[in-house]
């Protein structure tokens, strides 16, 4: 195997194996990087006293208005324990609407208040600034990569859910 298979002189650039330190080194940039593109909302949600989980209830019910709390539930794999925790917080303090299903009555369908979607928008729009700027910097062949990495270290299940997001059947 020539030296940069091995992860030798060339850094990364051609690699189809990768050497432990080379992991290490992707697992740690994903772990800066997670924490800078979480810094911007973690700030907003900590003068509103909410947490991450929070934003994502508030972003996943933002992209599919009318999902089910069962949806969200699959989407943010978390207990229904959890889930409604942070979902009774968003009701009362008027950023969530839930309704009660036409066809099944024991559903829940949540949709955000004018004032979710302002909250939302602005949660959303401090990572938009980040991710916008990282990807202008890369440029489209390293965005295309990285999306495709992004995938590939997704379960099978939740890289279901994510393609049923991006077409809209979730």
Known sequence: ?????RGGAQGGETLLYLTDDQLRQGIEAMFFAYRGFT?????????????????????FINGAPGTTVNNLLSILGVTKQSLNRVLRTLIEDGLVESRVGRADKRERHLTLTEA??????????????RMRA?????????????????????????????????????
């Open 116 to 129: 979710g979607e302002v909250l939302e928008r602005k949660l959303s729009d401090a990572q938009r600034a």
């Open 39 to 59: 810094a911007d909302p973690d700030r907003i949600l900590a003068d509103l006293s909410y947490g991450r989980a929070h934003h994502r209830a508030l972003h």
């Open 134 to 170: 990282a990807y202008r910097q890369v440029g489209p062949e390293a965005v295309a990569g990285f999306k495709l990495v992004l995938e590939a270290m997704m379960d099978p299940k939740m890289r279901r859910i994510y393609h049923a997001l991006r077409e809209g059947r979730a």
């Open 1 to 5: 195997m020539a030296e940069t298979e």
